[in-house]
């Protein structure tokens, strides 16, 4: 029997896609506490799965219903999908990272004292705060966004290749960060093409066929690497 209380996103007979389906119906119970990992060929629809959960694309069929309040989820894009010209610091950025809404109120929202300092430590990144976001290389970039979106206590984050353009080192150091907040209770579900870090810290996985059918696994020995 579920234990509803314990899970953050039911996934029912699911379909995703944009004109036509990229990904087979399939069904999933993400939990809290979970670090789950989304693997498959390049170009087969892993990021519109995370986009479709984020609630950014609307799922072609089935459905897929959180358990916890919108506010409490982040969703973190690639990169390259922002603006490089962005004229904001690093502080700035998470700055951003607690509003809530269009009043104003929620866009003058700062961060508690000391929590901006705090998230950029744990990326290794706290000398950088004063940079601008458009000065850093593209995996500092990526650890920034990932210390937003540990702001304000979420319960949930999706994250589409959060470790993509780090270096080994800085990809196992963001890996750890993910794998302590899961331990801490926070549910985490991921993009990673072939990162053996992810694999090793993961609690499952969501593996993507070429054929667009998804398999969910509960071990790296189920799953498989896509190519």
Same mark, same amino acid.
């Given at each position: ?19 036509? $389906? ?38 072609? #069929?089935?459905?897929?219903?959180? #358990?916890?309040?919108?506010? &409490? ?25 607690? %509003? ?11 961060? $508690? ?25 593209? #995996? %500092?970039? %990526? ?17 589409? &290749? ?13 890996? &750890? ?16 093409? #072939? ?25 790296? &020995? ?6």
């Amino acid at each position: 029997m579920t234990d509803e209380s314990n899970t953050l996103c039911a996934i029912r007979s699911l379909v995703c896609g944009w004109d036509s $389906p990229l990904l087979d119906a399939f069904d999933f119970e993400w939990r809290r506490g979970e670090l789950v990992v989304i693997e498959g060929p390049n170009g087969i629809g892993k990021s519109t799965l995370i986009k479709t959960l984020a609630g950014l694309i609307d799922p072609i #069929g089935g459905r897929y219903t959180w #358990g916890i309040d919108p506010a &409490e989820r982040r969703y973190v894009p690639q990169v390259r999908t922002l603006d490089p010209v962005l004229p904001a610091t690093v502080e700035d950025v998470l700055a951003t990272g607690v %509003q809530r809404g269009t009043s104003l109120a929620g866009l003058r929202a700062t961060p $508690p004292e000391g929590q901006i300092a705090a998230r950029l430590s744990e990326v290794g990144l706290r000398d950088r705060r004063g940079d601008l976001f458009r000065d850093l290389s593209e #995996g %500092q970039k %990526q650890l920034v966004l990932l210390a937003r979106a540990l702001l304000g206590s979420p319960k949930a984050l999706l994250l589409d &290749e959060p470790t993509a353009s780090m270096d080994p080192h800085r990809e196992k150091h963001a890996v &750890e960060q993910l794998r302590a907040a899961a331990d801490d209770g926070i549910g985490i579900m991921m993009i990673a093409h #072939g990162s053996e870090a992810a694999r090793e810290a993961a609690d499952g996985f969501l593996s993507i066929d070429r054929d667009g059918r998804v398999h969910p696994n509960d071990t790296a &020995e189920e799953s498989f690497h896509g190519s």
